[in-house]
């Protein structure tokens, strides 16, 4: 079920939300959560398909802010709201508003989000492109227990990272930093199998790759090891080397779904390491909404050696 709505107010939305459950009868009650995303208008079928997918793992109210620009008296575009509401099979196991802000409401989207978060429940807010230097800061960020982000999204990913490090707030986290869930999980099964100490590390990945560098910060935090980083032709991480007394620990994927795992005195095996869709990552960040302390980690490098290694 749709329901279109011109010049209206989150009000009449939530109106319109009520008797689109009533219709089909379908209580909020089953929703988890409500997830915010905050997107342009060229990139929000593909946000919407994603997190609709990942509703089906976590049933939520998902609220699509988009600021349009329009024309009204003197060049400046009337403070207007325009939504589409959708209910039942149009939006997955939840149900989906589009929320299309104009003028002055674009700058308070926070205030014409808030009436329509799920009562009593977690709310999250992502950013598919352009996020705030600060997403903790951002009156919408600041809603939120998660606040998700994606370095692979900007211009200068680099660049990105270091304000990352600068504004980091417990709830912040990166699909970045999700990507590199697989590889994590084997290296922390790499090295419970050899039980050898780690003197040194190399990660080799496509240049500039936010993923990479995370993975390295992370291996210098862990281990308490330098990390060189090499540059490959991709596609984003594709071998990490761990050095120990008794040869070298490798995780090898150049390009496909599989990857093979070498350890010292033992033949090669195949692993599947595949690349995972936006959706698998948004459910999975949806799994747990705490603090992520490994991608604290990552970023800032406090840890120690005597920390064990884990995902």
Not at 115 to 136: C, F, I, S
Request: no cysteine; aromatic share 4%.
């Amino acid at each position: 079920m749709r329901t279109e709505l011109t010049d209206t107010t989150a009000g009449a939305v939530e109106r319109a939300l009520a008797q689109g459950r009533r219709a089909l009868g379908t209580p909020a009650v089953g929703m988890v959560l409500t997830m915010a995303i905050v997107t342009d208008e060229e990139n929000a079928y593909d946000a919407i398909k994603a997190a609709e997918d990942a509703s089906r793992e976590h049933p939520s109210r998902t609220l699509v802010v988009i600021g349009r620009q329009g024309r009204g008296t003197h060049g400046r575009p009337r403070p207007r709201l325009d939504a589409e509401v959708r209910v039942g099979s149009e939006a997955g196991t939840g149900e989906t508003v589009v929320l299309r802000m104009y003028g002055e409401v674009s700058r308070h989207a926070d205030s014409v989000v808030l009436p329509l978060l799920l009562p009593d429940a977690p709310v999250v807010v992502w950013w598919p492109v352009d996020a705030p230097d600060n997403p903790a800061k951002d009156p919408l960020g600041a809603l939120a227990q998660r606040r998700i982000t994606d370095l692979y999204a900007v211009e200068n990913p680099m660049e990105t990272l270091g304000k990352r490090v600068r504004s980091y707030a417990p709830g912040d986290t990166d699909l970045a930093w999700t990507r590199l869930t697989l590889w994590r999980s084997m290296l922390a099964a790499a090295l419970d199998q050899a039980r050898m100490e780690v003197t040194s590390a190399v990660v080799e990945a496509e240049a500039d790759n936010p993923a990479a560098e995370l993975l390295a910060r992370w291996l210098e935090a862990r281990l308490g090891v330098g990390a060189e980083r090499r540059v490959s032709d991709g596609p984003a991480v594709t071998t990490v080397r761990l050095d120990t007394a008794a040869g070298e620990i490798v995780i090898d994927r150049p390009e496909g779904p599989v990857a093979t795992l070498t350890l010292p005195g033992q033949p090669p095996r195949t692993l599947a390491l595949k690349v995972r869709s936006t959706a698998e990552l948004i459910a999975e960040e949806l799994r747990r909404l705490d603090a992520d302390e490994m991608y604290a980690i990552a970023l800032t490098g406090e840890a120690t050696k005597e920390t064990p290694v884990h995902v």
